[in-house]
């Protein structure tokens, strides 16, 4: 098996499906879509599908794990919507929660309108995101039918489509003989998005923060010069 040199050894790809095989498998993934964030979803769906080609640990056909692990995605999502349209609100409303926060579910909204239910798909190949989506959907209202149809588009293109390219990706020796470095990063490259939008909210931030007149310890330029004639 592979050790991936990222996180807990109890969370890394070859620890759980070694220990708890396909229903392992399924259990991460329907936690990762919609309950829980820092999984191992990108990299535990590459080595499925590299484990499938090797028939080592799993022993079920391709066609099936596929099936199973889009199941499970899909049904995560759901679970994840119901969350945020029950609970979402109240979670969001609560005056002292830093991680709730009413600007953030806005915020989500806004972007929701901007990218519309595209979102929900490219969700799923960004870590953290593709956990709290469903619930920003959930809470901002997004019509049931349009979420359902692109979390089935969404469910499918990333259980299928990660774990197939570990399948065939995996038979390759190269990526037999690099498979730690290849799987970092992948994990590496998921979290580029995140990293991206993190450092753009603050960039957006500072120059909010700028716009009000550039004022400062001594009160803006404006205030500064009035005080100066007098």
């Known amino acids: ?62 066609w099936l794990v596929c099936t199973l692990i889009t199941i499970a995605a899909i049904v995560g999502d759901q679970v994840g919507y119901m969350i945020g349209k029950y609970f979402g609100p109240k979670l969001f409303n609560r005056p002292n929660s830093k991680l709730f926060k009413r600007e953030n579910l806005d915020k989500a909204h806004e972007f929701m309108e901007k990218h519309g239910p595209k979102a929900i798909v490219l969700a799923r190949f960004v870590p953290i995101i593709r956990t709290f989506a469903p619930m920003v959907a959930g809470a901002g209202s997004m019509k049931y039918r349009t ?34 470095p290849i799987l970092v990063g992948i994990v590496l490259v998921s979290v580029i998005p995140v990293v991206v939008e993190v450092l753009k909210a603050r960039k957006e931030s500072r120059a909010a923060a700028e716009l009000p007149g550039q004022s400062g310890p001594g009160g803006s330029q404006g205030e500064r010069r009035r005080h100066a004639k007098r």
């Open 1 to 62: 098996m592979y050790t991936l040199a990222l996180g807990p050894e109890w969370l890394s790809p070859d620890y759980l499906i070694s220990h708890f095989g396909l229903i392992g498998i399924l259990v991460i993934v329907f936690a990762e879509s919609g309950l829980f964030a820092f999984l191992p979803g990108d990299s535990l769906l590459f080595t499925a599908g590299l484990l499938v080609a090797n028939g080592e640990y799993i022993k079920q056909p391709l």
């Open 147 to 180: 979420f359902l149809t692109y979390n089935v588009i969404g469910g499918i293109a990333w259980g299928t489509g990660i774990t197939v390219a570990g399948y065939w990706l995996g038979q390759i020796d190269f990526i037999k003989e690099n498979i730690e």
